[in-house]
């Protein structure tokens, strides 16, 4: 069992930035974060191979957010710039120590409680 305590979340007008942080109680293999909005199902938004440093986007924040880790730390963070009413959403951070599909939420056996993230227009 891998403990996450995610933190950074906020409200924030668009194009504005928001860093969330995701602090692991132990070894993960890889981290993610993914995201669920109000009637929607959750999605992944980027995953980080915590040993060797390798990530993965989805499509709709490439060029705008960007995940890196603190390896010692076990800690993930992501950086989100140019914000948009429709990254509106609560942000969970996830952590497992097995391999698998990066944007497959049940390749996670770990989650956060979740962080909130409102961009208004």
């Known amino acids: 069992q891998i403990n996450l305590v995610e933190s950074g979340g906020g409200s924030v007008q668009a194009g504005g930035s928001l860093r969330l942080s995701c602090a692991a109680s132990?070894?993960?293999?890889?981290m993610a974060w993914f995201r669920q909005a109000p009637g929607k199902e959750r999605e992944v938004v980027t995953a980080i191979s915590t040993s060797s440093g390798r990530t993965w986007y989805t499509d709709s924040v490439l060029g705008r957010f960007a995940v890196s880790q603190d390896y010692e730390k076990n800690m993930i963070y992501l950086q989100m710039n140019s914000l948009r009413p429709e990254d509106t959403a609560m942000y969970y951070c996830?952590?497992?120590?097995?391999?698998?599909?990066?944007?497959?939420?049940?390749?996670?056996?770990?989650w956060g409680q979740g962080t909130q993230v409102t961009v208004s227009s």
């Open positions: 996830a952590a497992t120590r097995s391999a698998g599909a990066w944007y497959d939420p049940n390749t996670y056996a770990n």
């Open positions: 132990g070894y993960t293999h890889a």
